[in-house]
């Protein structure tokens, strides 16, 4: 199902309003990078554009603010509730829009929650929305990284490698990219010191 263009646009402005607080440099324009490997995947794979657009829109808005010099480490203590406050703050605003029925809303807000949980990918949209961010985590060519090449060697090798896992990628379209974006991501890491 296609989301409405116009509600996509209020989505997108709550978004970018409170994506302002979070992570400098970082939380805008990977979010808008993630919607569009949203896209990328519900054309590969399938998918509900009025479910899942919204959500990876909303999934890192509930970041608290860092500094603009933060490392690997303030990233993962900064994680701890910002899928919950994200979650919250998606409620709020779709039960604003008025345009979506309570079961998508309870769908988008269960993802946003559920985002950064890669133990069990039991669903279709969980998968979509997992990949969708790891490519967008990835895409250093769109999404300029924050980190210092210690804390992007640690990022790769933590994250992707490890709490990630190449393995836990589902789809044919996300493996495709994956392959090529990591391959890329481990070059800028080391051609950028």
């Known amino acids: 199902?296609?989301?409405?263009?116009?509600?996509?646009?209020?989505?997108?402005?709550?978004?970018?309003?409170?994506?302002?607080?979070?992570?400098?440099?970082?939380?805008?324009?990977?979010?808008?990078?993630?919607?569009?490997?949203?896209?990328?995947?519900?054309?590969?794979?399938?998918?509900?554009?009025?479910?899942?657009?919204?959500?990876?829109?909303?999934?890192?808005?509930?970041?608290?603010?860092?500094?603009?010099?933060?490392?690997?480490?303030?990233?993962?203590?900064?994680?701890?509730?910002?899928?919950?406050?994200?979650?919250?703050?998606?409620?709020?605003?779709?039960?604003?829009?008025n345009y979506f029925s309570k079961e998508e809303v309870e769908e988008i807000v269960y993802l946003v929650k559920k985002h950064d949980e890669h133990d069990n990918l039991e669903t279709h949209n969980r998968?979509?929305?997992?990949?969708?961010?790891?490519?967008?985590m990835i895409d250093w060519e769109h999404v300029k990284p924050n980190f210092d090449q210690k804390n992007r060697t640690e990022f790769l090798n933590k994250y992707f490698i490890s709490e990630r896992g190449l393995d836990r990628w589902h789809t044919i379209t996300g493996k495709k990219y994956l392959k090529i974006l990591f391959k890329k991501a481990k070059e800028y890491n080391i051609n950028n010191p």
């Open 127 to 136: 998968r979509l929305i997992f990949e969708a961010d790891g490519l967008s």
């Open 1 to 97: 199902m296609k989301l409405d263009k116009i509600i996509e646009e209020k989505i997108k402005e709550e978004v970018l309003k409170k994506l302002q607080n979070g992570k400098p440099n970082w939380d805008i324009p990977h979010t808008l990078n993630a919607v569009e490997w949203m896209r990328c995947l519900i054309e590969g794979e399938g998918g509900n554009e009025r479910i899942l657009i919204p959500a990876i829109y909303f999934h890192d808005t509930g970041y608290p603010e860092l500094d603009e010099n933060y490392n690997y480490d303030d990233l993962i203590e900064s994680k701890k509730m910002h899928a919950i406050k994200g979650a919250e703050f998606t409620k709020n605003v779709l039960s604003q829009i």
